[in-house]
């Protein structure tokens, strides 16, 4: 690679990153601000129309108004899922058009709304044309948000004395060791460990350093498939990934898939609590993210209690000698449906 087409590559890699830098504040975004509430938080992303407004009314107690026209909604209506124990607000947003990140209609705002979900749901018709889902992925891709792909393993540490130091674990084909020094020079950083484990392109190593990109993991919904033939819903069956869920809100078709795929995907856990000398309450289980300890599951009961802990029980698939109980500290990993008494000080 020549020294012309690197400096170029690198201008090219600040500049794409300059576009993902947040815009400044205007004027309240009219109902986009929505408070985050609940277990986690899923988005509704799709073209004009497709069935979003349909779905949040027909899974929560919220009506968003569903109109035959497009545009029916304009903010970010909020929803409650509840299920199996967990409320994930499901947020019903704009429908979005082709170029919506470059400030298309109010895309750019209702795009970068999903940036805040822990899940995407990207919704599409079956009735109408394939390119959908691609259109919509370039649309998130434009707002920095990266689909079902993990973060680069690359370990970034700024410092304030020491220089630059640079360790890779694998073999560094698409950028090299000059490379990366002057990126670091152009965004006058001087004093930092760079671990690259991973092997990176320019573009990644920039995200690493400007933290401006969210990975995000999403489903495809395909929605309306009672409006096409069986044989066009056995390609659509067939095409999908392990990441495709068909439903049809009319016919009531899918929807318990659908709320299945979402709660595995959010890998949330529950756990249930129980005193000393009384039964686990089964009806009230705590909610949790997955990699949730002991200590979160204090916090889920009560602020203070993680500071007078002294021991806890737990039951259940975390438990070394399940069925029996096993005596943890705080910093235990919890798993689904996991009994655990807290013992204090
Ligand atoms: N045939 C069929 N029609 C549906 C289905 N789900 C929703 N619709 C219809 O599709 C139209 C649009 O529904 P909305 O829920 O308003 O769609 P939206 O995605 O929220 O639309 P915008 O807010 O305008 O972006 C309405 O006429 C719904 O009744 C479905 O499963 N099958
Ligand atoms: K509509
Ligand atoms: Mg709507």
Sequence with gaps: MGVLQKIEDIEMAKYRAQLLEPEKKGP??????????????VCLIGFPSVG?????SKTTKTESVVGAYEFTTLTAIPGVLEYEGARIQL??????????????????????????????????DATKSDEQKAMLYAELEAVGIRLNTAPPDVVFKQKTAGGITINNTVKLTKIDERTIRSILQTYRIHNCDVMIREDIT?????DVLLGTRKYIPSLTVINKIDGVSMETLDRMAREGDGRTVMISCELDLGIDWLLEAVWKELGLVKVYTKKRGEQPDLGDPICLRAGATVET?????????????????????????????QKVGLTHHVQDEDVVSIFTK
């Design 297 to 325: 599951v204090c916090h889920g009961i009560h602020r203070s209690l993680a500071s007078h802990f002294k021991y806890a029980l737990v039951w259940g698939k975390s438990s070394k000698f399940n069925p029996q109980p």
């Design 202 to 206: 320019t573009d990644e190593f920039i």
């Design 52 to 56: 979003k407004s349909t779905l949040l």
């Design 91 to 124: 947020l019903d947003l704009p429908g979005i058009v082709q170029d919506a990140a470059k400030g298309r209609g109010r895309g750019r705002q209702v795009v970068s709304v999903a940036k805040t979900a822990d899940l995407i749901l990207i919704m599409i």
């Design 28 to 41: 309240k975004g009219e109902g986009f601000d929505v408070m985050k509430s609940g277990d986690a938080r």
